[in-house]
């Protein structure tokens, strides 16, 4: 079932294209990762569907009873309010009720880890803290839609960490929209794609959709030696290629199965150190749609 | 309503802890007394700084007390009212160049009680600063120069009370619409002159006109105003208040996607 629509949603300034033709749909309960590089359209898409920009054309489509919560890229606070003062006030703006907003905001600042800083002015905090008090706010009064504008981009590997392991917790009752560049955390948490460059939206798809269709899996096989490796080679016909001691074999319907290469190597007794199968990772997919596109 | 609470209980914290519920009220205190005192202690302030040129004789006359009242709103009507603009002219369009309304805009806010809440804190603070110069200055001018009746004083600063509150609405609005504060003191400043202006060159055939009101009020102290111009004069300020309101909660709502994300 579909949370929301977006039909060739298109933003411009002046003759400048911001967004361009932008079409897709979120899955209640799904994660979906907006990636695309500098200037590629993901904050002007997140900032139409907050509402926070009109389109130029296009069209929006939000469930009846969508609630929602954003988190900018760099969140702004009003410094001389407290961590749970800014919240409580936030919950209420979005609708919850009086006695039940301090308690949510309570309960949700201990979940993104900031429950000795309750009390404390947000002009006091770090970076990684406002991070996580932007989160805070975006989930206090229990959004069923998150956007999340480059959630984890400013925080340290722990942080990051951190909030990934947050946001996959969430993923059970939200469905969640983030762009990011950071790709290795892309890919461990998303039910959908979207690859978008210069506007547009060049690929869109699930993980293992994507990969079968851009990445080229190889079996790779480590010699002893550079001579060991042109011997394995000049032994078989199979397309292969050899780099160093290094021989890599392409997975593909003429090639070998990982199987096959076991058997034998095993039945040659070849003076290998190990083998492995080599998956394309999601930053090499993104960069090769983009130079294609 | 409720989120007009919710957003004055806001703009209150905020008036207080960035002490702006201090410094103004102790600025208009201080414009208050420095008018009387100094025109009390005016010969000795001469002699200090040096004195006259031998032979030269100055005579400098004492003013009455409506005179010290009447130059006291003439302070506030320079440099107070520069003072108010300069304190709010970031209150909505600082909010959104900073980019601290972004959280606000995306939720599910009326923006009329967004910009009612700011007008209300502001016309509070402004309220109550101009009261407390203007008593500190009346009780200045009841010791040096000698008293007038407190009900009149009364009355003029129920009148003034009036052109204060239309000028944060004025106010209010030019953040509303401008794109950053300096440009929100710009617009309010003209506009102020405009209406000083306006009511300059065509004040005397227009006796409706809120830039009267100032006058009016200084006229409790020697009598009373004409009464069909002075309420005339506040009907009008109440209803461009009125629009004023409407104007500031549109343009809030509509330059919501300048915020910076």
Same mark, same amino acid.
């Given at each position: 079932?579909? *949370?929301?629509?977006?039909?060739?949603?298109?933003?411009?300034?002046?003759?400048?294209?911001? !967004?361009?033709?932008?079409?897709? $749909?979120?899955?209640?309960?799904?994660?979906?990762? @907006?990636?695309?590089?500098?200037?590629?359209?993901?904050?002007?898409?997140?900032?139409?569907?907050?509402?926070?920009?009109?389109?130029?054309?296009? &069209?929006?489509?939000?469930?009846?009873?969508?609630?929602?919560?954003?988190?900018?890229?760099?969140?702004?606070?009003?410094?001389?309010?407290?961590?749970?003062?800014?919240?409580?006030?936030?919950?209420?703006?979005?609708?919850?009720?009086?006695?039940?907003?301090?308690?949510?905001?309570?309960?949700?600042?201990?979940?993104?880890?900031?429950?000795?800083?309750?009390? #404390?002015?947000?002009?006091?905090?770090?970076?990684?803290?406002?991070?996580?008090?932007?989160?805070?706010?975006?989930?206090?009064?229990?959004?069923?839609?998150?956007?999340?504008?480059?959630?984890?981009?400013?925080?340290?590997?722990?942080?990051?960490?951190?909030?990934?392991?947050?946001?996959?917790?969430?993923?059970?009752?939200?469905?969640?929209?983030?762009?990011?560049?950071?790709?290795?955390?892309?890919?461990?948490?998303?039910?959908?794609? @979207?690859?978008?460059?210069?506007?547009?939206?060049?690929?869109?798809?699930?993980?293992?959709?994507? &990969?079968?269709?851009?990445?080229?899996? +190889?079996?790779?096989?480590?010699?002893?030696?550079?001579?060991?490796?042109?011997?394995? !080679?000049?032994?078989?016909?199979? &397309?292969?290629?050899?780099?160093?001691?290094?021989?890599?074999?392409?997975?593909?319907?003429?090639?070998?199965?990982?199987?096959? !290469?076991?058997?034998?190597?095993?039945?040659?007794? /070849?003076?290998?150190?190990?083998?492995?199968?080599?998956?394309?990772?999601?930053?090499?997919?993104?960069?090769?749609?983009?130079?294609?596109? | 309503?409720?989120?007009?609470?919710?957003?004055?209980?806001?703009?209150?914290?905020?008036?207080?802890?960035?002490?702006?519920? +201090?410094?103004?009220?102790?600025?208009?205190?201080?414009?208050?007394?420095?008018?009387?005192?100094?025109?009390?202690?005016?010969?000795?302030?001469?002699?200090?700084?040096?004195?006259?040129?031998?032979?030269?004789?100055?005579?400098?006359?004492?003013?009455?007390?409506?005179?010290?009242?009447?130059?006291?709103?003439?302070?506030?009507?320079?440099?107070?009212?520069? $003072?108010? *603009?300069?304190? +709010?002219?970031?209150? %909505?369009?600082?909010?959104?160049?900073?980019?601290?309304?972004?959280?606000? +805009?995306?939720?599910?806010?009326?923006?009329?009680?967004?910009?009612?809440? #700011?007008?209300?804190?502001?016309?509070?603070?402004?309220?109550?600063?101009?009261?407390?110069?203007?008593?500190?200055?009346?009780?200045?001018?009841?010791? =040096?120069?000698?008293?007038?009746?407190? %009900?009149?004083?009364?009355?003029?600063?129920?009148?003034?009370?009036?052109?204060?509150? =239309?000028?944060?609405?004025?106010?209010?609005?030019?953040?509303?619409?401008?794109?950053?504060?300096?440009?929100?003191?710009?617009?309010?400043?003209?506009?102020?002159?405009?209406?000083?202006?306006?009511?300059?060159? =065509?004040?005397?055939?227009?006796?409706?006109?809120?830039? #009267? *009101?100032?006058?009016?009020?200084?006229?409790?102290?020697?009598?009373?105003?004409?009464?069909?111009?002075?309420?005339?004069?506040?009907?009008?300020?109440?209803?461009? %208040?009125?629009?004023?309101?409407?104007?500031?909660?549109?343009?809030? /709502?509509?330059? #919501?996607? &300048?915020?910076?994300?």
């Amino acid at each position: 079932m579909n *949370i929301v629509e977006v039909e060739n949603l298109t933003k411009r300034y002046g003759a400048e294209s911001a !967004v361009e033709d932008l079409s897709f $749909v979120l899955e209640k309960g799904t994660a979906t990762a @907006l990636i695309g590089p500098n200037g590629a359209g993901k904050t002007t898409s997140l900032s139409m569907l907050a509402n926070l920009l009109s389109p130029t054309s296009g &069209k929006i489509t939000m469930e009846k009873d969508v609630s929602l919560g954003f988190l900018p890229q760099y969140p702004q606070f009003f410094p001389w309010l407290t961590a749970v003062e800014f919240t409580e006030l936030a919950a209420k703006i979005s609708g919850v009720e009086t006695k039940q907003a301090r308690l949510q905001s309570i309960q949700t600042l201990e979940f993104v880890g900031l429950e000795s800083s309750l009390h #404390k002015k947000i002009g006091s905090f770090s970076g990684g803290m406002k991070q996580r008090l932007g989160l805070a706010q975006a989930i206090v009064h229990r959004p069923n839609l998150l956007l999340l504008d480059e959630p984890i981009s400013a925080l340290d590997p722990t942080g990051r960490r951190e909030i990934m392991n947050l946001l996959k917790s969430l993923q059970q009752d939200t469905t969640i929209l983030y762009s990011t560049h950071i790709l290795n955390d892309a890919e461990e948490m998303t039910d959908q794609l @979207l690859f978008m460059k210069d506007g547009r939206l060049i690929e869109q798809g699930s993980l293992k959709e994507v &990969k079968k269709k851009h990445a080229n899996p +190889y079996i790779q096989i480590k010699f002893r030696n550079h001579t060991s490796a042109l011997e394995f !080679v000049g032994s078989h016909t199979w &397309k292969c290629e050899v780099e160093e001691n290094l021989v890599l074999i392409p997975v593909s319907n003429s090639g070998p199965t990982m199987q096959q !290469v076991l058997h034998i190597l095993s039945t040659e007794k /070849q003076d290998i150190i190990g083998v492995e199968f080599q998956d394309a990772s999601l930053e090499e997919i993104f960069l090769k749609v983009v130079a294609a596109k | 309503m409720k989120q007009f609470f919710m957003l004055l209980k806001k703009e209150q914290l905020e008036n207080i802890r960035n002490y702006k519920i +201090y410094w103004i009220p102790a600025i208009f205190i201080l414009l208050g007394i420095l008018e009387p005192t100094t025109n009390y202690f005016l010969p000795q302030i001469i002699e200090s700084s040096g004195g006259l040129p031998e032979g030269a004789v100055l005579e400098i006359p004492t003013p009455t007390p409506e005179q010290m009242l009447a130059a006291i709103v003439e302070q506030f009507q320079t440099i107070g009212i520069a $003072v108010l *603009i300069l304190a +709010y002219m970031g209150t %909505i369009a600082g909010e959104r160049k900073s980019g601290t309304a972004t959280l606000l +805009y995306v939720r599910p806010l009326s923006f009329r009680a967004y910009f009612l809440s #700011k007008w209300t804190m502001a016309s509070v603070i402004s309220l109550v600063s101009v009261w407390l110069g203007f008593l500190a200055g009346y009780y200045y001018t009841y010791l =040096f120069f000698g008293e007038v009746e407190l %009900i009149k004083v009364l009355q003029m600063m129920g009148t003034y009370s009036v052109w204060v509150l =239309f000028i944060m609405a004025l106010l209010l609005v030019a953040s509303a619409i401008s794109p950053n504060s300096g440009f929100a003191a710009a617009i309010a400043f003209s506009t102020y002159l405009l209406i000083q202006l306006t009511d300059g060159l =065509f004040g005397l055939n227009w006796t409706f006109s809120p830039g #009267k *009101i100032p006058q009016y009020g200084l006229e409790w102290l020697i009598g009373a105003p004409d009464s069909s111009g002075l309420w005339g004069a506040i009907g009008i300020a109440v209803l461009l %208040i009125l629009l004023l309101f409407a104007i500031g909660s549109w343009a809030a /709502q509509r330059n #919501k996607a &300048k915020t910076k994300v």
